[in-house]
């Protein structure tokens, strides 16, 4: 069954922009927080963003705050990464996470991959 699909990843130039969409199984969306993580080549996978059920808190990583915004959509079950002014640095695979408590997460998705090169 599937729960989590990511999907928006690409190639981008430097500056440039994406959007991640992330569409869940309802089961698992419904009242939960949702966020997401990236892992790069060789590094640890790291916290990007969150978001709660009602969408009104948001956290970021310092890394990319001011560039990155998510939201959620509760009616289509989906969480979105809008992601601008991208860095080379970015380059990671991207995943869509359901959180249960504070840094805690049981559902990931499969990830995309966002490659920012020029």
């Known amino acids: 069954q599937v729960q989590l699909v990511e999907s928006g990843g690409g190639l981008v130039k430097p500056g440039g922009s994406l959007r991640l969409s992330c569409a869940a199984s309802r089961n698992i969306f419904v009242g939960y927080p949702m966020g997401w993580f990236r892992q790069a080549p060789g590094k640890d996978r790291e916290f990007v963003a969150s978001i709660n059920w009602n969408t009104v808190t948001t956290n970021y990583a310092d890394s990319v705050k001011g560039r990155f915004t998510i939201s959620r959509d509760n009616v289509k079950n989906t969480v979105y990464l809008q992601m601008n002014s991208l860095k080379p640095e970015d380059t990671a695979v991207y995943y869509c996470?359901?959180?249960?408590?504070?840094?805690?997460?049981?559902?990931w998705g499969q990830g995309t991959q966002v490659t920012v090169s020029s």
């Open positions: 996470v359901r959180a249960i408590a504070p840094t805690k997460y049981d559902y």
